[in-house]
C-alpha cells in the first residue's frame, strides 16, 4: 500500500504532507503559494513538493483543500477571493494527469472539519459541526467520518447565512450575514466605522482585556451573532459536538465563556442541556491533516 | 417475510397503514386520536389498528411518526404541544413489548421528509431537505435514503431558527425565528395584529386573491422569512432539492414564483442556477408512508 498525500493551498503558503493512521503528520513541506504568478506556476510548485515527499515511495492517493469556491465533484476551483487570477483552474485533472492516482479536492474549511472529527476535538463522535471564525466565517459537517460538501458543493457555506435581514453587510455576502459581524473582518470594520478604532480584530481583543466599553460592545455583538449561527445550526442539525476554530477563537474566555451561555439561550430548553462546544484542536495542521484524509 | 405498518400519530387522527414497495398505500385503517382520554387509551387504540391491519399476517417492523418533541434514540414521546398529556411516555417500548418486533419512532416531519425523498417530489436524489410550512414550520433532512434525527432528535427543528433578531415572536420560540413569521398561524397574527383581519391565514390569502394591499404586505412579509430560511439552509447543506409542502403552500403560484425568486437573490451567484425547489407529492400520505419506511 502506498502512501497518502495532503496538499492545503492557502492564499499565502502551500503545504504538502503524510500523515500517518493516527492523524500525526509524518513529513511537511511548505512553500509561498506566490499566487501573483499565476496559478500554472503554482501547480507546477505543488507537484514539485508532491515528488519530493514522495521519493521512493508510491503514492496511494492525493487530497487538496483550497479556498472557495470550488466544485470538489468536477475538481475545480472557480475564482475564490483569496487566489485572485484562479478561474475555473482544474486542479485534480493536471494532477491525475502527471501522477496518475486519484486526486480529491474539497474546500479548507470542509477539509479542517474532517481533521478535527476525526483526529481533533470532535474524534469518537458521529457527528461534528466545525466552525472556523476568522478572516471570514466557514464551516463543515461531518458524519459518520464523512463530510458533507452538498450537491454543489456550497455546502458549510455558513458565512452567508442571513441572521439580521436590516443588518450590516460587507462584500459581496448577504446582508446580515453572519460573516457581516462574527468574523474577524466584520469586528475590525465595525470599530472602525462605530469608533474609530483602527488596527483590526486585534487591537480590539486587546481593547476588550483593557477594559475598553466599546471594544467590548463591538465584541459582545459579534459573540451574540455567533451564538446565534450556532444555534440555528443546532436546530437544523443537531450535532453530536460543535467543534470551533479559528483565529477568533484564540481570544479565549473572553468570547467562550459568554458564546456558551448565548447558545444555550437560543436553544429549544430540551437542547440546551446537551449543548457541546469545543475549542478545535489542531489548529493550522488541520487542514493539511484533513486534505491528506479525503477520498 | 412479514409486513411493515406505518403509525402516523397527529393531533387530531390516528392513521395505520402497510406501503408496498413502491410507496403505495396498500391498507389503511383511521381513528379520532382523543388526546384527551390520555395517552394509554391512544396506545391501546394503536394497538388494536395494528392488530387489525396485520390480521393473519407476520410483522416485521413498525415505525411512527409522532408531533415533536421526541427522542428517537429512547423511542420517547416527550410533551408536545400537539399531543397535551403525553409527558415522556415511552411509546417504542410499549409497543415492542406487545408485539415483539422492532418499533421505531421519528417526528412527523422527518418521517414526511422521508416519503418525500423515496417516493415523492425528492425521488432519485441523493440529498433532499423537506420543509413543511402549515401550522408551524418543521423540515428534514434525507441523504441517500437516510434521515437525519440529529444526535438527540432536534434536527430539522427549523422553525426556531433566528432569521431577525429584532424582530417578532410568539409561542415558545426564538424572538424572529422563521416560523415566527412564515407559518400559517404567525400569517393570521401578523394580519390581526397589524390590520385587524379575522380569519387566519386562510382569509388572508382569499384577501390576497381580492387584491387586498394589506394582505399582500403580510404575505410577501412571510415569504420573504421562508425564502431566507431557505437560503440559510441552502448554504448550510446545499441540498440537491427542496421539497416543500404544508398547507400553506397550497395557496400556489401565489407563493411559489416570487418564492423562487426571492431564495436565488439570497444565494452565492455560484449557487443560485442550482436551485431546486419542488412542491411536495404526497400531501397527507407523506406522514404514514414515511413511517412505515423507518428502520
Redo the contacts between chains.
Keep these: 500500500m502506498g502512501i497518502q498525500i495532503g496538499v492545503d493551498l492557502g492564499g499565502t503558503n502551500v503545504r504538502v504532507a503524510t500523515v500517518d493512521g493516527q492523524g500525526t503528520i509524518e513529513q511537511m513541506l511548505q512553500e509561498k503559494t506566490e499566487v501573483e504568478k499565476g496559478y500554472e506556476y503554482t501547480i507546477e510548485k505543488i507537484i514539485r513538493m508532491i515528488e519530493k515527499i514522495s521519493e521512493g515511495k508510491e503514492i496511494d492517493r492525493i487530497g487538496i483543500g483550497a479556498p472557495g469556491?470550488l466544485d470538489p465533484r468536477k475538481g475545480v476551483i472557480?475564482s475564490p477571493p483569496n487566489l485572485p487570477g484562479w478561474e475555473e483552474v482544474s486542479i485534480v485533472k493536471e494532477l491525475e494527469g502527471y501522477f496518475s492516482v486519484r486526486v480529491q479536492l474539497e474546500n479548507d474549511a470542509n477539509v479542517a472539519a474532517l481533521a478535527e472529527a476525526k483526529f481533533g476535538a470532535g474524534k469518537g463522535k458521529?457527528?461534528v459541526f466545525y466552525i472556523t471564525v476568522s478572516t471570514g466565517v466557514g464551516?463543515g459537517?461531518v458524519?459518520n467520518g464523512t463530510v458533507?460538501?452538498?450537491?454543489?458543493?456550497?455546502?458549510?457555506?455558513?458565512g452567508?447565512?442571513?441572521?439580521?435581514?436590516?443588518g450590516y453587510q460587507y462584500s459581496?455576502l448577504?446582508k446580515g450575514s453572519l460573516e457581516s459581524y462574527a468574523s474577524g473582518t466584520a469586528i475590525g470594520k465595525r470599530a472602525m466605522e462605530l469608533y474609530g478604532i483602527e488596527g483590526g480584530s486585534e487591537r480590539v481583543f486587546e481593547l476588550v482585556s483593557a477594559g475598553d466599553e466599546q471594544a467590548l460592545r463591538i465584541v459582545n455583538e459579534a459573540i451574540?451573532y455567533l451564538a446565534?449561527g450556532i444555534?440555528?445550526?443546532?436546530?437544523?442539525?443537531?450535532?453530536?459536538v460543535f467543534v470551533i476554530g479559528g483565529g477568533v477563537m484564540n481570544a479565549g474566555e473572553l468570547i467562550w465563556v459568554p458564546l456558551q451561555e448565548r447558545v444555550s439561550d437560543?436553544l429549544?430548553?430540551?437542547?440546551a442541556p446537551?449543548l457541546q462546544m469545543r475549542p478545535a484542536e489542531l489548529k493550522g495542521d488541520a487542514g493539511v491533516i484533513g486534505a491528506a484524509l479525503l477520498g
Design positions: 469556491p472557480l458521529e457527528s464551516g459537517f458524519f458533507f460538501s452538498g450537491a454543489h458543493g456550497y455546502a458549510g457555506e455558513i452567508n447565512m442571513i441572521i439580521n435581514p436590516n459581496n448577504n451574540d446565534m444555534a440555528n445550526l443546532a436546530h437544523v442539525l443537531n450535532p453530536e437560543y429549544f430548553p430540551g437542547l446537551h
